[in-house]
């Protein structure tokens, strides 16, 4: 082959080298190192041709347009070099199965190589000695580097992080200083964090790497948390224990796995700590678990009597445990009736205990009784064999049974107590000894059957599906329940009584 002849597959071999990573961009990374590889193999052997070693090339010095092509031939020979370098380099790092942050590294090397293509054109392409270009760009660096020294902190903190990977796009985390939130974006520089607020964090990588750092999504999203509650020093330790864990147990955001705990964890004479331990799914559901948990042990310790601890007050007066009238005006049931017409029911009411386990109805039964829970959690769960599952649990103030009493309608939901529970019983022959006592309760009950439609979709034991009746239906089975049980003759209701 001629010189001539070499000098121009030279140029088209570049050409083509420039052309054909366009169109290879979906190829296998092995595919492009393989061509780049050939390519620079070819083009090798084409300058060798044409202008004798790169390392000391030989360009014609009698005509100026043909050394200075030979010299474009050159410098394209170096920036093919280059690029096949880095396609080793990055093939390499694949197949050591590196992770993905090592394309940090992989793309800090293209960049020395890069630099180091420049100095190699500068010095064996353009025969311009690079001592004194190293020497000047020594200075400079040392100036930059002390003007960018923060930046370049940022930087190389990055890198760090890159290689590291404590944290990812998407992880939750908490940072020494009072940042806490979702990472959202992870570059060179710096890490963007969303907070709660609503607001995105700029945290500079030279502070991520330095600060503490608490990753709240490793290993998993699953996470602990902790809540003191701090109860009165009179209180019997075995009791508020009880009455803590049934506050748990009502619980339904708090994940199973693993199971809440409750510790004595300090004692002072104006009060004993216990720490609540919980897990939950994620942290987006940390505040709505928490408010939830805390309402109801504020709701378990208010029924069971147990007060508060008060800084320096040792000693403190129980807390009035709420008796069968007071129920029967927070529920939801009757509080609508007059008061009279409460304390009369409450005479009615029967008080029942079950232990752990115990069911206090069962799916697909017949309905006879409704109850008022004083304390301890029901669980409500649907006991299909297809798909069974937890519908929803109750604690104390919550009434179940009263749609399925009414409207005879079995069943749709089995109650469990999780606790040892005491509950208030009232049956259909209690409604009617009331009734048998004051015949004009049929009037205040009918005032029950205008919210019919809300309480049959808050009961969850008497619902058969998730559609409700009409409030018009509801209303004429509430009439036909009064109509039949005001018709006992009222020595009949006396007898029963006794």
């Given amino acids: 082959m001629t010189k001539e002849a070499a000098q121009i597959s030279a140029t088209l071999l570049l050409f083509a080298a420039m052309i054909v990573p366009l169109m290879t961009r979906g190829w296998p990374l092995w595919a492009r190192a393989a061509w780049q590889l050939a390519a620079f193999i070819a083009l090798t052997y084409l300058v060798l041709r044409t202008v004798g070693s790169p390392f000391g090339p030989e360009f014609d010095t009698v005509q100026p347009g043909a050394r200075i092509w030979q010299q474009l031939i050159g410098v394209g020979w170096w920036l093919i070099a280059a690029q096949c370098a880095i396609g080793i380099v990055r093939l390499f790092v694949v197949f050591e199965a590196k992770p993905r942050e090592t394309r940090i590294v992989s793309d800090l090397m293209a960049g020395i190589i890069h630099l180091l293509t420049l100095f190699a054109v500068i010095n064996f392409v353009f025969a311009v000695p690079v001592g004194g270009l190293l020497a000047t760009s020594g200075v400079i660096a040392i100036v930059l580097g002390l003007a960018l020294q923060s930046s370049l902190s940022d930087v190389f903190s990055g890198i760090a992080v890159g290689i590291e990977r404590p944290y990812s796009p998407g992880d939750l985390v908490w940072v020494e200083g009072g940042i806490e939130g979702q990472v959202i974006q992870v570059n060179w520089r710096s890490t963007h964090i969303a907070t709660p607020n609503g607001d995105v964090a700029i ?87 928490r408010t939830e948990l805390l309402g109801h042990v504020q709701s378990h310790l208010r029924h069971a009597g147990i007060a508060l601890a008060v800084p320096g007050v040792p000693i403190q007066a129980r807390l009035e445990v709420p008796s069968a009238a007071t129920l029967l005006q927070e529920s939801d049931w009757f509080g609508v009736l007059a008061e009279s017409d409460r304390i009369l029911l409450a005479e009615h009411l029967v008080e029942v205990w079950f232990a752990a386990g115990d069911k206090l109805m069962k799916q697909g039964d017949d309905p006879k009784v409704l109850f008022i829970l004083a304390s301890g959690t029901v669980e409500i769960s649907n006991d299909t064999p297809e798909w069974p599952e937890v519908i929803f649990r109750l604690g104390p103030g919550s009434s179940l049974g009263a749609i399925g009493m009414i409207t005879g309608t079995p069943y749709a939901a089995t109650a469990t107590a999780l606790t040892p529970v005491t509950a208030y019983s009232l049956d259909k022959q209690g409604v009617g000894d009331a009734i048998a006592v004051r015949p004009d309760l049929v009037k205040s009950f009918e005032v029950l059957a205008r919210r019919g439609q809300e309480m049959n979709r808050r009961d969850v034991v008497a619902r058969q599906s998730d559609d409700a009746e009409a409030p018009e239906m509801f209303l004429s089975k509430l009439r036909s329940f009064l109509r039949k049980i005001s018709e006992t003759p009222r020595s009949e209701g006396q007898r029963r009584r006794r």
């Fill in 203 to 289: 945290v500079p990588n030279s502070v991520m790497a330095k600060a503490r750092l608490v990753n709240h999504s490793m290993p998993t999203n699953i996470r602990r948390v902790s809540i003191t509650v701090k109860l009165a020093a009179n209180e019997l330790p075995d009791r508020c224990m009880a009455v803590l864990n049934a506050a748990v147990k009502t619980c339904m955001l708090l994940s199973a796995t693993p199971p809440p705990s409750v510790a004595r964890t300090d004692l002072q004479g104006d009060g004993v700590a216990y720490d609540i331990s919980f897990s939950i799914p994620s942290i987006e559901v940390l505040v709505a678990a």
